[in-house]
């Protein structure tokens, strides 16, 4: 068998092995949801939120937005100081790389629950199309529109490390570019559908978040600029 027709074969077996975990992710998400549905939990778990005061559902949905905000934020920062090699000295490639994806994963975890949980608030009545659908629901449906669609992009994003031999080099890295957009789209959905927005802490969050994204874009950049002129 030649090189070329190796080659072909694990692209094609890559492939299958991201289609699987893909439709698996799919499958458990599609459970989840039918579950909610179906099964007359979310009552009785709206009703034991209550209990605890009228705003718990709502407090739980805005800590965990925060919470998966700054683990997607530091997900992109990791991305660009991996991209720059700052700690190729420090860490193993592979073990700095699983680490981007785990901190990817669990911001992204972090969002899908930020998200269901607007089910069991009690104050703003939201359906599962509601969260599903971008731009559709009770609540500033413009600016929560803009964390769904967010969501969804890191998403796919995220899987795309199963899929990096499939796209190839270039297609691949264009993905990733695609995670700056999103993680400033992020940004605006959290500063401007946040009822705790106005709080100066939230603001230095956000601020310092930007300021250290940019700081590392600049320094990757400059990195990219030296290496080419050398």
């Not at 989840?32 to 709502?58: D, Q, R």
């Not at 997607?72 to 073990?95: D, F, N, R």
């Not at 890191?154 to 899929?163: E, R």
């Amino acid at each position: 068998m030649s090189s070329q027709t190796q080659s072909q074969s694990g692209s094609l077996a890559s492939l299958a092995l991201a289609a699987a975990k893909a439709a698996l992710l799919v499958g458990l998400a599609l459970l989840v949801l039918v579950t909610l549905t179906l099964v007359p939990v979310a009552p009785w778990l709206k009703e034991t939120l209550a209990s605890f005061g009228a705003k718990t559902a709502w407090y739980l949905t805005r800590s965990m937005g925060i919470i998966a905000y700054l683990l997607m934020s530091a997900s992109v920062m990791w991305g660009l100081v991996l991209s720059s090699k700052i700690v190729k000295e420090v860490a193993p490639p592979p073990a700095a790389l699983a680490v981007h994806n785990a901190i990817s994963w669990a911001g992204i975890g972090l969002g899908v629950l930020h998200a269901l949980a607007l089910l069991f608030d009690t104050y703003y009545t939201y359906t599962l199309f509601d969260v599903l659908m971008p731009f559709v629901g009770p609540y500033r449906p413009g600016w929560v529109g803009l964390g769904t669609v967010s969501l969804y992009a890191m998403t796919v994003v995220s899987m795309s490390f199963a899929w990096r031999k499939w796209l190839g080099q270039t297609g691949w890295r264009l993905l990733h570019y695609t995670s700056f957009f999103f993680y400033a789209v992020v940004t605006v959905h959290g500063l401007m559908a946040g009822t705790d927005s106005a709080s100066p802490a939230i603001r230095l969050l956000y601020v310092a978040s930007v300021l250290g994204t940019l700081f590392l874009l600049n320094y990757r950049l400059l990195a990219a600029k030296k290496a080419r002129g050398r």
